[in-house]
């Protein structure tokens, strides 16, 4: 009986492209806001303070001053000397767009160690306040109570 059957045509196989796309979007996505959850303060890492009004915000463009528990001051992510905040930071200022006029408006955040001493605290806050930076926040972590 099969000498009379039709041939039948191969059939070639098909890669399913719709599904492999939507895999590789799934990828993208899983890759960009895994990136973005790594994504750290340009700052030192120091154990803040806790206050109840603390906010969870951290604007990525800010300057950040660290002062850390042995009362070593990092301007960004660079160790210096207390004396040369004031020209590091209009320095720094030069840099950015819109300038020390821009930096006065946004302020620098402060991250300072709960155990450094507050002379070392005060003493950045003199530098800032004589290059003409009054805006400052100081970090503290979110959600404790006095």
């Known amino acids: 009986m099969k000498?009379?059957?039709?041939?039948?045509?191969?059939?070639?196989?098909?890669?399913?492209?719709?599904?492999?796309?939507?895999?590789?979007?799934?990828?993208l996505v899983f890759y960009v806001l895994s990136s973005l959850?790594?994504?750290?303060?340009?700052?030192?890492?120091?154990?803040?303070?806790?206050?109840?009004t603390g906010q969870a915000n951290a604007v990525p463009q800010m300057v950040?001053?660290?002062?850390?528990?042995?009362?070593?001051?990092?301007?960004m992510q660079d160790k210096i000397e207390v004396a040369e905040l004031g020209a590091r930071v209009?320095?720094?200022?030069?840099?950015?767009p819109g300038g020390m006029e821009a930096l006065q408006k946004d302020g620098v955040v402060l991250n300072a160690d709960q155990t450094s001493q507050m002379k070392q605290t005060v003493a950045v806050m003199d530098q800032l306040r004589q290059v003409g930076v009054y805006n400052f926040s100081i970090s503290t972590q979110e959600g404790a109570k006095p």
């Open 3 to 27: 000498r009379f059957a039709r041939p039948r045509k191969k059939r070639s196989p098909r890669i399913e492209i719709i599904p492999m796309v939507d895999v590789m979007f799934l990828l």
């Open 37 to 52: 959850a790594m994504s750290q303060n340009k700052g030192i890492a120091v154990a803040l303070p806790a206050a109840a």
């Open 64 to 75: 950040v001053i660290t002062v850390d528990s042995q009362g070593e001051v990092f301007l």
């Open 90 to 96: 209009q320095q720094l200022a030069e840099k950015r």
